[in-house]
């Protein structure tokens, strides 16, 4: 049996595997180790799917559109000290 990955289920970016928002522990684990040594090119991908992700959770609950979602999809990428 194949393992589900920590991926985005859209439009609600709850984890496919896991369902917590995405992304999840595993996924920025993951994503970490994919772009080692190119935070920057992380940094735009996530801003995308950031942009995504604020759209498609307005467009499911006008009334109380998501905010800022820089903290859950930028703010855990910086350099490490």
Wanted: net charge positive; with cysteine; proline share 12%.
């Amino acid at each position: 049996m194949t393992e589900v990955p920590h991926l985005p289920m859209r439009p609600l970016w709850l984890c496919r595997r896991c369902g917590a928002p995405w992304p999840c522990g595993p996924a920025r684990l993951s994503l970490l180790a994919e772009y080692q040594g190119d935070r920057t090119s992380l940094l735009f991908y996530l801003a995308i799917l950031m942009q995504e992700a604020t759209e498609h959770l307005t467009m499911l609950n006008p009334a109380s559109p998501p905010g800022d979602l820089g903290n859950r999809f930028l703010s855990w990428v910086r350099a490490p000290r």
